[in-house]
């Protein structure tokens, strides 16, 4: 028998409006919750996002005085840092994430799926969690894939059921407010320096991404990269680590090898081609996960196969726009920090036209040097980091300050040969001069297209 709603007549508190607010909104409300949401931009600002709520929730913008009083139970959004809660939890006040609520949701509703994929890491997280839910699609499973690659969680609530493959991209962020979120195989791809503003050490960082195991046991599976030392810090403490590398052979677990995806794990040995439509060692690795995760959760070898060959990639992570005048211009907006670009230099062939930049996250760019030299035949400037980034990597390769994305696209296009590149690949959040990552991909794929 399904059990009574948690949530009915309480008073609940969402702290930040967006995608996850508004889901998290939508979902207490049809439990028969009272919902409050705070959010501290101001009203001009969030009017798309109001828009959304439904209309008997209680708001408040410019501020956060709903922090002072009492509620039942408090939501986080994955923006809002857990220690803005402290004195709730202090009180015994359940503090969750929007993960953590669907996860209530549905486990007292008994419809937490059997199968259920976390995947996290500072790199490759969207594309494993997109080609992982391939994967179940192409072996007719009914699948959903969500949370920050999309739909956030809550807002897919209906169309969750036992049987539904459930593939989850989750940030250190939503990590930080889960509670007794568990799911069946956890991927941790790598932990490399990203939001340190908020984790402050890499210790700290590291240990948010390992809450994705808290509640896993002995039959769960933690997919880690071998070849990253924090993924081999995390998988000391766990039961059952599954270890993956584009590097090695390794004797139990998930390898590359003359060109082809290698298990060695289960007590049978099976291969697959490498994708052919994901470039780069990078989407090696984020192939070896999906596989790994995919065997341990019972996929046969034929539909992995499969789905490897028919996968097309994700968009704004090297996402192909269109080639002009043998020029070929890529998008890759979801490169948002250092390492994410480097991938990207890494698995081009072509000379390449960079456009850095965008709002700065604290770190330097100077680990570009080397590989600016080997690919790149000069870097456009845009944004407010323009000139840290300038000056970190000031004679490397030409640099041509250009502020805005339109005019680094013009001046790319003015100067790119044939057999060339352009390439988006900022290095930087985005929310200086855009909404987010997505919409400066978008945008970046319009003057493209207009060219």
């Known amino acids: 028998m399904m059990k009574s709603s948690l949530f009915k ?9 967006g995608k996850s607010g508004v889901a998290s909104s939508v979902a207490l409300v049809a439990e028969g919750a009272r919902v409050f949401l705070t959010e501290k931009r101001p009203r001009r600002e969030v009017s798309e996002w109001l828009s959304r ?12 005085r709903f922090l002072q009083r009492d509620w039942d139970m408090v939501i986080l959004s994955p923006g809002v840092p857990r220690v803005l809660a402290a004195s709730f939890e202090r009180k015994g006040t359940p503090v969750w994430g929007e993960m953590e609520l669907g996860y209530r949701i549905l486990t007292r509703k008994n419809r937490w799926p059997e199968r259920v994929a976390g995947v996290t890491g500072t790199n490759g997280k969207t594309t494993t969690t997109a080609l992982l839910g391939h994967i179940f699609k192409t072996a007719g499973a009914p699948t959903v894939v969500a949370g920050n690659i999309g739909a956030p969680l809550c807002g897919l609530l209906s169309r969750i059921r036992r049987d539904t493959a459930l593939v989850l991209e ?3 962020y939503q990590l930080e407010t889960v509670d007794d979120f568990r799911v069946d195989v956890g991927i941790v791809m790598n932990v490399t320096p990203d939001h340190l503003g908020r984790h402050k050490t890499m210790r700290g960082y590291a240990e948010a991404k390992g809450r994705l195991f808290r509640h896993q046991d002995a039959r769960s599976g933690a997919v880690l990269n071998y070849e990253d030392r924090w993924c081999r810090w995390i998988g000391k403490n766990h039961p059952r680590p599954l270890w993956f590398s584009s590097r090695r052979s390794l004797r139990n677990g998930f390898y590359f090898s003359g060109e ?14 490498r994708p052919p439509y994901l470039p780069g060692l990078h989407n090696v690795e984020n192939t070896l996960a999906a596989v790994a995760c995919a065997r341990f959760l019972g996929v046969p070898a034929p539909s992995i196969g499969k789905a490897i060959r028919s996968f097309r990639g994700v968009e704004h992570r090297l996402e192909d726009v269109r080639t002009l005048g043998g020029v070929r211009y890529i998008n890759d907006s979801k490169a948002t920090n250092v390492d994410s670009t480097l991938v990207a230099l890494k698995s081009m062939t072509r000379p390449v036209h960079l456009i850095l930049g965008g709002e700065d996250k604290g770190f330097p760019y100077t680990p570009l040097r080397p590989w600016l030299k ?3 035949v000069q870097v456009f400037l845009i944004g407010d980091a323009s000139r840290k980034i300038g000056r970190d990597l000031k004679g490397s390769v030409p640099i041509i300050p250009c502020e805005t994305l339109e005019r680094a696209v013009h001046r790319a296009r003015e100067q790119a040969r044939p057999g060339e ?4 690949s900022p290095a930087c959040a985005s929310f200086d001069q855009f909404k987010n990552f997505e919409h400066r991909g978008h945008r970046f794929k319009e003057l493209v297209n207009a060219l």
């Open 170 to 172: 989750i940030s250190s």
């Open 374 to 376: 080997k690919r790149a």
């Open 9 to 17: 007549g309480k008073n609940v508190c969402i702290v930040g409006l």
């Open 260 to 273: 082809r995806i290698v298990s060695s794990w289960g007590g049978s040995r099976k291969t697959w081609p």
């Open 421 to 424: 590149v352009v390439l988006l």
């Open 53 to 64: 709520l439904p209309k008997n929730v209680t708001v408040e913008t410019g501020g956060h």
